[in-house]
């Protein structure tokens, strides 16, 4: 079984600055995935980043980075120069190889401050 | 504008009602889901198609019953609900290659009376 754990309910952050929002995971699988959604508060839930457990390079889309560390069984999710629409509730999420399931974290609020 | 598109955005129904919500997408994916999300919590999966066929169910009580018409269309009917359903209902869809990422809609608000 897979488990993802967000351990910070809210999280803020002065806008232009940056912040890491955590997520570590468990599974006995040896092939992964692991994806980071933004859901502001219309509800849709956005794409932002995506993981591979074999995937030797920390991955980066924009702003955003994926900070892999394997051994830790970590992927947090570090925002650049935070802006004022990144306020939403962000969610860390696990997929095993093979399976179709897609596991959220409880999810972590975050609020940027002008 | 989410390439996942779901009807209606918002729903009121009684508990006798039946009424249905319709998820489209049309970008060649060939898996579709249902999430259930209620206030606060994270998404929960319902269901999930592959290839126009029902692949999981996760336990999901009768009174929910998905169809998935073509590889485009993903239905949720909805009959005698409870008031503990009211939720928003996530409807996603995925290439299932490479990274499999889930492409989601923005989503259908149900209040159940």
């Known amino acids: 079984a897979q488990k993802i754990t967000q351990t910070q309910p809210g999280m803020f952050v002065q806008e232009k600055e940056a912040v890491t929002l955590d997520c570590t995971y468990d599974?006995?699988?040896?092939?992964?995935?692991l994806f980071w959604y933004k859901q502001p508060s219309s509800g849709e839930m956005i794409f932002l980043i995506y993981?591979?457990?074999?995937?030797?390079q920390n991955a980066t889309e924009g702003r955003y980075s994926l900070n892999f560390q394997k051994a830790r069984k970590s992927a947090n999710l570090v925002i650049s120069a935070s802006q004022l629409g990144d306020s939403a509730m962000y969610f860390c999420a696990m997929r095993g190889g093979g399976s179709e399931k897609l596991v959220f974290g409880k999810g972590t609020k975050l609020t940027v401050n002008p | 504008d989410t390439e996942v598109t779901q009807t209606p955005k918002h729903l009121v129904m009684g508990m006798t009602n039946k009424k249905s919500l319709k998820c489209e997408q049309h970008?060649?994916?060939?898996?579709m889901y249902w999430y259930k999300q209620k206030a606060k919590k994270p998404p929960e999966l319902m269901f999930v198609?592959?290839?126009?066929?029902?692949?999981i169910n996760e336990s999901v009580p009768s009174r929910f019953s998905p169809e998935c018409p073509n590889s485009s269309l993903l239905n949720l009917h909805l009959h005698a609900l409870q008031p503990e359903d009211s939720a928003l209902y996530l409807c996603a869809s995925s290439h299932r290659d490479g990274a499999n990422v889930l492409t989601f809609g923005a989503g259908s608000r149900l209040t159940v009376l």
């Open positions: 198609y592959s290839y126009e066929k029902l692949s």
């Open positions: 993981q591979g457990s074999y995937d030797q």
């Open positions: 599974t006995s699988d040896p092939s992964y995935g």
């Open positions: 970008m060649g994916h060939r898996a």
